[in-house]
């Protein structure tokens, strides 16, 4: 079973910049899938942006051209850069790998976008 570890979030003003990583226990090679989801206070957990197959991405239509996932398979981390911030965007951030039918997830890291 694979481990996820999340990092790199914290309290940023609106339009900064973060970068979350997403360490896995294993291999990420041979992964399918993996991405982020994001929770909100008081709100169901969102698809933020997916890597499949090492290439393919998407994203939710309200972080389209300010986030960016990629995925490093030398070092078994996933990330997703995220640029012009705004105060909607204050979530708790779940990093995802899909395994056969199950996702497994990481414990999440907070993001706060705020002045």
């Known amino acids: 079973q694979v481990q996820l570890v999340e990092s790199g979030g914290g309290l940023v003003q609106p339009g900064g910049s973060l970068r979350l990583s997403c360490a896995a226990s294993t291999s990420i090679f041979s992964i399918n899938t993996m991405g982020w989801y994001r929770q909100a206070p008081g709100k169901g957990r969102e698809l933020v942006a997916s890597?499949?197959?090492?290439?393919?991405?998407n994203y939710a239509d309200s972080v389209k051209g300010r986030f960016t996932i990629s995925k490093d398979n030398a070092k078994n981390t996933v990330y997703v850069q995220m640029n012009s911030l705004k105060p909607e965007d204050t979530a708790v951030y779940y990093c995802?790998?899909?395994?056969?039918?199950?996702?497994?997830w990481g414990q999440g890291t907070q993001v706060t976008v705020s002045s």
């Open positions: 995802y790998a899909r395994i056969g039918a199950y996702n497994h």
């Open positions: 890597i499949i197959n090492g290439a393919m991405t």
